[in-house]
């Protein structure tokens, strides 16, 4: 049980962090060059903060229901998915927002799905789960256009703010501070 709920919370992570990495870039339109790898990064970022959520949080509650499972219902999964994704909602206690509830839920909904039923395909889940990361990865990144090349001005113009810079472009002969 313990493996089947490590597998799910690992797996809900990757997918709601990549999702939320994906509304990211969607909501930042100052993203121009590297979106694979601006949309790589924020994944990492999120799936620090959302795997600890369904770490602690998520499994929980999944421990709580599986064991009222047993005793009251105990051919029912669709109860506890229902009553897993519902615990979802409370992220809006501590982030109130109506995207945040929803993604709370949807990764709920996820993790319970994936905890009752998806562990059967546990290897095809993850393989899904990587290849979909470095297929979006590659995809952002084939897409976004070249970053443009430095050019002299820019360079004089980061470097000039110095005193004793020369502030042309070109060769300059001379001493500096004999």
């Given at each position: ?38 949309v ?12 600890v ?16 499972q ?109």
């Open positions: 049980m313990i493996k089947r709920k490590l597998f799910a919370t690992f797996i809900t992570t990757i997918i709601t962090s990549w999702v939320m990495s994906l509304i990211y870039l969607i909501d930042d339109r100052d993203i121009l060059y590297h979106k694979g790898n601006e790589m990064g924020w994944f990492w970022v999120f799936f620090m903060y959302i795997g959520i369904v770490l602690v949080y998520g499994n929980a509650v999944s421990f709580l229901m599986e064991y009222l047993r005793k009251w219902f105990p051919a029912t999964d669709w109860i506890y998915v229902s009553i897993v994704s519902i615990s979802g909602l409370a992220i809006g206690l501590i982030f109130p927002g109506w995207q945040i509830i929803l993604g709370g839920m949807g990764a709920a909904l996820l993790y319970a799905y994936i905890d009752k039923y998806g562990y059967r395909w546990s290897k095809r889940f993850l393989l899904f789960t990587i290849l979909l990361l470095c297929i979006s990865w590659g995809y952002l990144e084939w897409i976004s256009p070249s970053v443009p090349p430095f050019t002299k001005e820019e360079a004089i113009a980061s470097a000039a703010p110095e005193e004793h810079f020369p502030k042309k472009i070109g060769e300059w002969e001379g001493t500096i501070d004999e």
